[in-house]
């Protein structure tokens, strides 16, 4: 990864409050941001793309045992 992509990604994530920067020195180190409300709608989101695919998974596996028995 280009150290541009990893700057963009850092400021996507520092905009989000997902991160905070953390300064040490001549560095600039990153910790989650211990906000709770950037996380909670983290949260939600993968548990509803996590339904999304486990019915998509589910309904594969039915499909492929249907399939096997034919």
């Known amino acids: 990864m280009t150290r541009p992509a990893?700057?963009?990604h850092l400021r996507i994530l520092r905009e989000a409050g997902l991160i905070e920067p953390v300064p040490q020195g001549?560095?600039?180190l990153y910790r989650?941001?211990?906000h709770d409300a950037a996380l909670a709608e983290v949260r939600?989101?993968?548990a509803r793309l996590?339904?999304?695919w486990d019915r998509a998974l589910a309904a594969f596996k039915a499909f492929a045992e249907q399939e096997e028995d034919a």
């Open 50 to 52: 996590s339904g999304t």
């Open 44 to 46: 939600r989101y993968v």
């Open 6 to 8: 990893v700057s963009k």
């Open 32 to 34: 989650l941001a211990p």
């Open 26 to 28: 001549r560095e600039v």
